[in-house]
């Protein structure tokens, strides 16, 4: 499940973006504990609307800039899907897993 | 319009890969992803460094278009067919680009990137070489594309659909939410516009709904037929996704996308702008 605010920096943030001001929703796309890259991963907002998508990382990486609120990210892959729910309430980094199955 | 005219599917794709007079061009908003592997034969075009002026904030003139489509080799009387990541969004905007420079026959590969991939269909590394050609573009067909003036001229006048997602409609965010959102214009969205994101058109493998699905998606959300349209975003791909769906999938006539979008808009001193759900959600 998602941990919340945490300083940690699995995956280099772009130059210019500060977590002190900006939501990050972080994370990695994991199948059996290990990561998944070239995953489908979107950002779905608290009525289920389609926000972003992106294409995690070969380390399985996926990265979203969000407003306050709650959100779903949901992984579709060759090997299954799966998704996990994070409420983000402030500026800075929130850590994911998604696990796929 | 049929979507058998302007769509293949995955399957047609493979099968033509071969085929003499069918050009495969990927073009992705990660212009990395075809050096990991692109489908076979296919050429690329990077959308920002081969479809933009390098100077101004415009699209190559008619001569670099020629130059640049002769470059990969691609022919007048060549089938093109375009794909790409993120559900074709850079993809449908080059199909907007080849037909406003007049290209009869290119079509979208349903799905893009991504359904090729979920589908694990053959993706290759290898170096793709077109011998050159002698291209020649027409005219910018200015029926399908709006500037700022006709866009502040159409509120309230004609349909204007921003495409964008609800959070940057209503101004809680200036960009997609997988881009860093550090931008200097105001947000919000043009008065009198509805809200159809252009993911409402996309099955989640991003192959696109059905005709039945997309007419009533766009009638549920109050797009009077009747009217002239037109789409923005914020900086026209997603836009030309829509745009691809009122023309080219459901025929409506008069469709034009707005490539200035937001980020022209949002940066123009003194017109009108609204926040909020806006009067329609």
Redesign the interface.
Request: a negative charge; hydrophobic letters at 35%.
């Given at each position: 499940m998602s941990g919340c605010g945490a300083p940690e920096q699995s995956a280099a943030l772009p130059a210019g973006v500060d977590p002190g001001r900006e939501i990050v929703l972080t994370g990695k796309v994991l199948a059996d504990g290990q990561p998944v890259g070239g995953a489908f991963v979107r950002l779905l907002d608290a009525s289920g609307e389609f926000t972003a998508e992106v294409v995690s990382s070969p380390e399985g990486d996926f990265r979203f800039f969000a407003a306050p609120g709650s959100w779903t990210v949901r992984a579709l892959h060759r090997s299954g899907r799966g998704e996990t729910a994070v409420n983000a309430e402030g500026p800075g980094l929130h850590t994911l897993e998604v696990a796929v199955a | 319009m049929s979507r058998e005219n302007v769509l293949v599917s995955a399957e047609w794709a493979e099968k033509n890969l071969d085929t003499p007079g069918v050009v495969f061009v990927e073009v992705d908003e990660?212009t990395t992803?075809y050096d990991g592997g692109h489908i076979p034969g296919a050429v690329r075009i990077d959308w920002r460094t081969e479809l933009q002026d390098p100077v101004r904030r415009d699209f190559v003139d008619r001569a670099g278009f020629e130059k640049l489509l002769s470059a990969k080799g691609i022919a007048n009387d060549d089938t093109v067919v375009l794909y790409g990541?993120?559900?074709n969004w850079f993809a449908a905007y080059a199909y907007w680009y080849f037909r406003l420079y007049g290209h009869q026959n290119v079509k979208l590969l349903d799905g893009g990137r991504?359904k090729w991939?979920?589908d694990?269909r053959p993706l290759t590394r290898d170096v793709v070489e077109r011998e050159a050609t002698t291209y020649q573009a027409k005219e910018q067909d200015a029926s399908i594309r709006a500037f700022r003036d006709e866009v502040v001229e159409a509120i309230g006048a004609k349909n204007l659909v921003d495409v964008r997602?609800?959070?940057e409609f209503s101004g809680?965010?200036l960009?997609?939410?997988?881009?860093?959102?550090?931008q200097a214009q105001r947000a919000g969205h043009i008065p009198t516009a509805i809200n159809v994101?252009w993911?409402?058109a996309a099955n989640?493998?991003g192959t696109f709904k059905s005709d039945d699905e997309l007419r009533a998606i766009y009638g549920d959300a109050g797009l009077d037929g009747s009217r002239p349209t037109i789409a923005y975003c914020r900086i026209g791909e997603r836009s030309s996704h829509t745009w691809f769906v009122l023309h080219e999938l459901l025929g409506h006539e008069d469709v034009k996308n707005y490539d200035g979008s937001w980020t022209e808009y949002g940066s123009l001193v003194g017109v009108p702008i609204e926040v909020g759900a806006g009067k329609e959600s």
């Amino acid at each position: 499940m998602s941990g919340c605010g945490a300083p940690e920096q699995s995956a280099a943030l772009p130059a210019g973006v500060d977590p002190g001001r900006e939501i990050v929703l972080t994370g990695k796309v994991l199948a059996d504990g290990q990561p998944v890259g070239g995953a489908f991963v979107r950002l779905l907002d608290a009525s289920g609307e389609f926000t972003a998508e992106v294409v995690s990382s070969p380390e399985g990486d996926f990265r979203f800039f969000a407003a306050p609120g709650s959100w779903t990210v949901r992984a579709l892959h060759r090997s299954g899907r799966g998704e996990t729910a994070v409420n983000a309430e402030g500026p800075g980094l929130h850590t994911l897993e998604v696990a796929v199955a | 319009m049929s979507r058998e005219n302007v769509l293949v599917s995955a399957e047609w794709a493979e099968k033509n890969l071969d085929t003499p007079g069918v050009v495969f061009v990927e073009v992705d908003e990660d212009t990395t992803a075809y050096d990991g592997g692109h489908i076979p034969g296919a050429v690329r075009i990077d959308w920002r460094t081969e479809l933009q002026d390098p100077v101004r904030r415009d699209f190559v003139d008619r001569a670099g278009f020629e130059k640049l489509l002769s470059a990969k080799g691609i022919a007048n009387d060549d089938t093109v067919v375009l794909y790409g990541g993120n559900n074709n969004w850079f993809a449908a905007y080059a199909y907007w680009y080849f037909r406003l420079y007049g290209h009869q026959n290119v079509k979208l590969l349903d799905g893009g990137r991504k359904k090729w991939e979920l589908d694990g269909r053959p993706l290759t590394r290898d170096v793709v070489e077109r011998e050159a050609t002698t291209y020649q573009a027409k005219e910018q067909d200015a029926s399908i594309r709006a500037f700022r003036d006709e866009v502040v001229e159409a509120i309230g006048a004609k349909n204007l659909v921003d495409v964008r997602s609800p959070d940057e409609f209503s101004g809680k965010l200036l960009a997609p939410a997988h881009l860093p959102q550090e931008q200097a214009q105001r947000a919000g969205h043009i008065p009198t516009a509805i809200n159809v994101p252009w993911s409402k058109a996309a099955n989640e493998d991003g192959t696109f709904k059905s005709d039945d699905e997309l007419r009533a998606i766009y009638g549920d959300a109050g797009l009077d037929g009747s009217r002239p349209t037109i789409a923005y975003c914020r900086i026209g791909e997603r836009s030309s996704h829509t745009w691809f769906v009122l023309h080219e999938l459901l025929g409506h006539e008069d469709v034009k996308n707005y490539d200035g979008s937001w980020t022209e808009y949002g940066s123009l001193v003194g017109v009108p702008i609204e926040v909020g759900a806006g009067k329609e959600s």
